[in-house]
């Protein structure tokens, strides 16, 4: 499941590049090329998905990491 999150983050970022190129004109060939509304719906997908990638990550990375060992200042004081 956390895997098929990462990729449709990913699928939505590449989806909203196309979408933003086209609506500003960069990419002709079809009916949004140089639409307004296209290009914003663009940059709101590839902003959803950047969202989605690095909810994905931040998850990935925090199974990877071990739990923290207790802080100093907790600690029983050896004596000299």
């Known amino acids: 499941m956390k895997t098929a999150v990462g990729i449709f983050g990913i699928l ?3 989806s ?8 500003i004109g960069v990419l002709p060939g079809s009916f949004m090329t140089g639409q307004t ?5 663009g940059f709101l997908t590839v902003v959803a998905g950047v969202a989605l990638v690095r909810r994905w990550r931040r998850g990935a990375r925090a199974e990877k990491i071990p739990p923290e060992s207790p ?10």
């Open 12 to 14: 939505l970022i590449l």
């Open 37 to 41: 509304f296209w290009a914003v719906a």
């Open 16 to 23: 909203g590049v196309v979408w933003f190129f086209q609506g």
């Open 71 to 80: 802080i100093e200042g907790n600690r029983p004081q050896q004596e000299r």
